[in-house]
């Protein structure tokens, strides 16, 4: 309704200036002079504050005036209000996660150097989660970022602490080693302090952090940031499952689980640069994944698989089948940006084959000519309520 009563009142406002301008109008004003109106009255409406109404107008410009050089004007003027508005949408992101992140190294960081008593850890939270909001508010301000790029920094913490935490465990770095005897010879085996684990999460975590804010001053969409973060996770799950499918046990199995997930976080930027998805079609194809995996899991319970190598393949293959599908059907949506600018009435209430339309019952500026009292042609402001509009 809000988004309606902003339409309305950018008509109103166009249709007032359209009736300003037709004492110099021409004989019989065309189609390309009614556009033009209307984006200056947009424009006048963006200037006094009421945005809404302006981008509303500027979209019924496109929509029904294609073609024409003022409908260029307006998908201009369009992608740089998206433009505004997609730079501060990830602000709010980034300062919660970060204050979240901030608040796990405060209790990382006493862990690493074995505390064991409260006090370090409650010292670590009063600092970190603090640091975490007000130094990440100071960097969102002078840094507008967008969700894409926000979500990049969140994937980057995350990420970069799980595989600094997996290749210690591979390589055993900071492991304890002891020898024994036992009647048959020495044996010598290996532990892990929970310092040693720490420590690698707190040098994941701040590498994760440095690469973040790299990442927040690159320039990338948010449909690319949403591919990368969903085909790292996907690449983990297909890791894991080639190792399990391979008889891969322990580090073997971990280190093909960190290997894929990598290189599907690879693969995944020049897929999005041949795909090009929404954010949507990442969503849409992701979750036809989940399903796919999830109908397979139902499989293994159903049929009560007990081979561990047989009830990994059933949700991988289910979640493969899902992944494709869902890609499919999500290559077939086109982006809202795109649809915007196909000349197809978006306030039709029924589009066959984007020629033939039925409109809403609305009322819409227009121009009629009229014989003047000194003989001339003159155009007269109007209302028209189209109901049926085609094109062949």
């Not at 979750?287 to 393949?313: K, N």
């Amino acid at each position: 309704m809000r988004h309606l009563r902003s339409f309305l009142l950018a008509l109103c406002l166009g249709f007032a200036a359209s009736t300003l301008r037709t004492t110099t109008a021409a004989a019989q004003q065309t189609p390309a002079d009614t556009a033009a109106i209307l984006v200056q009255a947009a424009r006048e409406l963006d200037a006094r504050g009421r945005h809404d109404a302006a981008e509303e107008l500027l979209r019924y410009v496109v929509d029904r005036y294609p073609g024409t050089p003022a409908a260029a004007r307006a998908a201009d003027l369009l992608a740089g209000f998206r433009r505004a508005v997609t730079l501060g949408g990830g602000r709010t992101a980034f300062v919660v996660w970060n204050t979240l992140f901030m608040s796990w190294l405060g209790i990382a960081a006493p862990a690493a150097f074995g505390a064991e008593t409260a006090a370090p850890y409650g010292a670590g939270l009063l600092i970190g989660a603090p640091l975490g909001f007000f130094a990440s508010r100071a960097y969102a301000s002078a840094t507008p970022m967008t969700a894409g790029q926000a979500g990049l920094y969140s994937l980057s913490t995350v990420w970069l602490s799980w595989q600094a935490a997996g290749w210690r465990e591979i390589l055993g770095i900071g492991d304890d080693e002891f020898c024994f005897q036992t009647p048959t010879g020495e044996v010598c085996d290996s532990s892990t302090p929970d310092e040693a684990v720490f420590a690698a999460l707190l040098v994941g975590g701040a590498a994760g952090i440095g690469t973040g804010l790299a990442l927040t001053r690159v320039d990338v969409n948010d449909g690319t940031a949403a591919l990368i973060r969903h085909a790292s996770l996907w690449g983990t799950w297909y890791g894991f499952a080639a190792g399990v499918l391979a008889g891969a046990e322990s580090n073997t199995l971990l280190t093909t689980t960190l290997l894929g997930g990598n290189a599907f976080m690879a693969a995944a930027l020049p897929i999005a640069s041949a795909w090009r998805p929404s954010t949507g079609q990442v969503r849409i194809t992701s979750a036809a994944g989940l399903a796919g995996g999830i109908a397979g899991l139902g499989l293994d319970l159903l049929f009560e698989v007990d081979d561990d190598q047989a009830a990994v393949l059933i949700p991988t293959a289910g979640a493969t089948v899902g992944l494709g599908l869902g890609a499919a059907l999500a290559s077939r949506r086109r982006p809202l940006e795109r649809r915007e600018a196909s000349g197809t009435p978006r306030l039709a209430l029924i589009t066959l084959d984007r020629r033939v339309a039925m409109d809403l019952p609305l009322p819409l500026p227009a121009t009629v000519p009229q014989l003047s009292r000194d003989g001339r042609i003159r155009p007269s402001p109007a209302v028209q309520i189209r109901l049926f509009q085609a094109h062949f």
